[in-house]
């Protein structure tokens, strides 16, 4: 049979992206044709494979807390924290000053999600609107591991400068 675009068949939901075959019930799945058999093989994608490294607890959505620390699902899977344990959160970013009108803005991201967009906004007071204030990527230190490091350049243009990793998915 042949699939284009997006549709329903027996009341499920489908779409075809790239090769893949994304269906409403949270998997997504690859057709390959092996040997003259086509093969369908399903896989969680994104946040949901990584909730089942961590079975058998069922830590639940992105939005959930599961071990209470504080820090949602969603910002422990970003920033490589582990859900069941509230003593390791993720990996903070962290600020160098190196002098001179900027200071290096470090975060680790995922480097197995493209679905997953990290920026680095600033603000000069609490008041306005947060914006990219010029900030820029100086390079990347890959890890050999889902996560890698990102060193920013972010400028500082006034005596006060706030600074926050945004992550959207």
Same mark, same amino acid.
């Given at each position: 049979?042949?699939?284009?675009?997006?549709?329903?068949?027996?009341?499920?939901?489908?779409?075809?992206? =790239?090769?893949?075959?994304?269906?409403?019930?949270?998997?997504?799945?690859?057709?390959?044709?092996?040997?003259?058999?086509?093969?369908?093989?399903?896989?969680?994608?994104?946040?949901?494979?990584?909730?089942?490294?961590?079975?058998?607890?069922?830590?639940?959505?992105?939005?959930?807390?599961?071990?209470?620390?504080?820090?949602? =699902?969603?910002?422990?899977?970003?920033?490589?924290?582990?859900?069941?344990?509230?003593?390791?959160?993720?990996?903070?970013?962290?600020?160098?000053?190196?002098?001179?009108?900027?200071?290096?803005?470090?975060?680790?991201?995922?480097?197995?999600?493209?679905?997953?967009?990290?920026?680095?906004?600033?603000?000069?007071?609490?008041?306005?609107?947060?914006?990219?204030?010029?900030?820029?990527?100086?390079?990347?230190?890959?890890?050999?591991?889902?996560?890698?490091?990102?060193? =920013?350049?972010?400028?500082?243009?006034?005596?006060?400068?706030?600074?926050?990793?945004?992550?959207? =998915?």
């Amino acid at each position: 049979f042949a699939m284009h675009g997006t549709g329903r068949i027996n009341d499920i939901q489908w779409g075809l992206d =790239n090769g893949i075959i994304q269906i409403a019930d949270g998997y997504s799945y690859t057709l390959s044709n092996e040997s003259g058999d086509s093969v369908l093989t399903g896989f969680k994608p994104g946040y949901g494979a990584w909730a089942d490294t961590w079975l058998p607890a069922v830590i639940g959505s992105e939005t959930d807390d599961f071990d209470m620390d504080g820090a949602d =699902n969603f910002y422990e899977y970003v920033l490589n924290g582990n859900p069941t344990n509230a003593a390791v959160q993720g990996v903070a970013p962290t600020f160098v000053d190196v002098g001179g009108a900027s200071f290096q803005y470090t975060h680790v991201v995922r480097n197995d999600d493209p679905n997953l967009v990290y920026t680095v906004k600033t603000t000069t007071d609490l008041m306005t609107p947060w914006g990219d204030g010029g900030s820029f990527i100086l390079g990347t230190n890959e890890t050999g591991t889902a996560y890698d490091e990102v060193i =920013n350049s972010v400028p500082v243009v006034e005596d006060t400068t706030f600074v926050k990793l945004e992550v959207v =998915n």
